[in-house]
């Protein structure tokens, strides 16, 4: 490569987000974790980033 060659920016890698888990025993989860199973299956990614948003958004009370 001489100095007059310049080289290419190389492409930003972006990984994609990690989907929330649905912790175990909470009811709003629960649901949450069936819709985005259905959601998948139909092939509804609103649906599924819906149900993430959801799962990930609601709180959780820590235990005392």
């Known amino acids: 490569m001489t100095s007059s060659e ?16 649905a912790l175990p025993g909470c009811a709003i989860c629960g ?9 998948r299956q139909i ?8 149900a993430n948003a959801t799962i990930r958004q609601h709180p959780h009370r820590r235990p005392q």
Do not use: K, Q
Not at 9 to 21: K, Q, R
């Open 6 to 21: 310049t080289t290419a920016a190389l492409p930003e890698l972006v990984l994609p987000d990690l989907e929330p888990v």
């Open 31 to 39: 649901a949450a974790d069936t819709n985005r199973e259905r959601a």
């Open 43 to 50: 092939g509804s990614p609103v649906s599924v980033r819906s």
